[in-house]
């Protein structure tokens, strides 16, 4: 059974400094309908005007996940990391008993565009901790890449969570298959371009949860840039 979640019916908020797009219920927008799946909280598909960003802020028992898709974002964390993430960075904080921060756009000139993304934790009271990676384009195209696991498994970044995040780049007609193991479901995102997932298409924004189903079958339908969560 695959479930879309087209662009356009996604929430929205528009701060001026911040242009927001919720996939599931966040912030001011709360829609019963979509409050997460499975351990998949929030994807924000967040674009920051230049100078803009969020202020120093808190954060507890969460997995949050930052991938960039275009410009920078500049993050500070009340455990002294210090960083800037471009594209092809995937960054993994874990909130554990508590962290704050803050993300700003550095340039003056150039907007960013990122998706936020939380997943909650298997294990609630950890200690915070950070990771940054960078994962080329070579190592995503035409291929399934292990982003973030729960064992670091591959060269990911591991994160306190039951879930496998993946990211490929699909030129037209490139495809990529993925397995679920029984009892398992997925959910894919295309973050860019326009892509079949199992058989249905979907452009920049939308998203297809996945149920009962042995694989998730990917296709590029012109150049595209997608995530793909194996969830409990």
Known sequence: MLAMRRAQERGHA?????????????????DPRHMGFSNLRVINDDTVAPGGGFGTHGHSDMEIISYVLDGAMEHKDSMGNGSVI???????????????????????????HFLQIWLQPNKRGVAPGYAQKYFSPEARRGRLELLVSPDGRDGSLASHQDALL?????????????????????????????ARVNGEVLGGGDGAAIEDASEVHLEGVDAAEVLLFDLR
Do not use: C, I
């Not at 554990?96 to 907007?111: A, L, R």
């Not at 993925?178 to 371009?193: E, Q, S």
């Open 14 to 30: 528009n701060h001026g400094w911040l242009n927001s797009y919720h996939t599931f219920s966040f912030g001011g927008y709360h």
């Open 86 to 112: 471009r594209p092809g960075d995937v960054q993994r904080m874990s909130a554990g008993t508590g962290v704050t921060h803050s993300e700003y756009n550095p340039s003056s000139e150039e907007p960013v």
């Open 166 to 194: 993946f990211g490929t780049l699909l030129d037209a007609e490139a495809q990529v298959r993925h397995p679920l193991a029984k009892g398992r479901r997925a959910y894919v995102h295309v973050a860019r371009g326009s």
